[in-house]
């Protein structure tokens, strides 16, 4: 029996270690204006180039022919000017991702470094408030928030009584029929000026005043701003012109979650503090007109969890269902309705929700 042969083995020295990568071997004679391609650099190999970066060698070569193109010799400039930011990620193509880290941070310190210099140093310029003052006096009603957006002293005019006054003396108009306390007698008081302008910018004003007009008697959508608002008033009383309809009114006030980490809203100057003083602030009206008398529990102080407005069993009315709670319920969690309040309405004429500024809303005594 013939003796099988034997596999060659290699020598050692031609087997390649496992996971051993490929070194570019580079000489700077090599380097001319027709071999450096963009692709060298875009579309290099990581498997084949352990690094990213040009190595030293070539970019000093490149850094020769372009001075030899630009007629310049490379010894009047030293290396280091031209390819600081080479050197400093390192010159070897073997650096750790250690050195790679370091760097970072290192260029990360020196944004923060020249950010807080630049907000030490006074960036713009500082207009004196009259100059904000005279520019509010073409400011249209619509255009006060981006107004008061654009600094400090623009929106310390918008806080001004001087302010609220020329807005309202811009826009009155005579034949505007205006409740007693938004006429022109009455809006020299300093106390809730902000607040009566507004209102009667609803009335005078016609961009405001179309908004309100256009108040169907069923919102399109159920309102969801009423949820976890709670019940300050409620009342009910008969249409004088319809003595068949009833009118339920609820007014709410809306609340908002308090978080511990919360910033304190921007707060007036303290001489401009009865100028912004509102009580009806973040309150709504919910006016609810039926076709016979329903019964509603006291729901004063609790407040609304659900909401809902639907088809009416007979299909020619609609439906509105309320759940109320000794607290709101926030972060998503679903009320319990069988603990709650519910006040179910129906049949429904009309369902409307006015807020603090509208012309139907009874706003406080001021």
Partial sequence: MAPRDRPVVAPPFAMRKR?????????????????????????????????????????NAVQQEVKSLCGLEASFVPTDEVLSATESCGSSDEMDSNDCTSDRILSQKKKSKRHKENADGAVGKEYPIDIWLVLASYIRPEDIVNFSLICKRAWTVTCTAAFWSRLYRRHYNRNAPLPIRLQPESMEKMYCLRACVIRSLYHMYRPFASRVARNPAIPETTPSTLKNSKCLLFWSKRVDKQPSLWEFSFKFQRQSPKFKNSHSKLQPPVRYEDVHTNPDQDCCLLQITTFDFIYVPIVMGMTVTLFTINVSTDMRHHRVKMVFHDSPVWNGKKPRFDHGVQVIMDPVHSVRLFDWWHPQFPYSHI
């Fill in 19 to 59: 996971g051993a990568r490929k070194r570019l071997k580079f000489r700077a004679d090599d380097v001319c204006s027709e071999r450096v391609t963009v692709a060298d650099y875009a579309n290099s190999d990581p498997a084949v180039v352990k690094s990213g970066r040009m190595k030293k060698a070539v970019a």
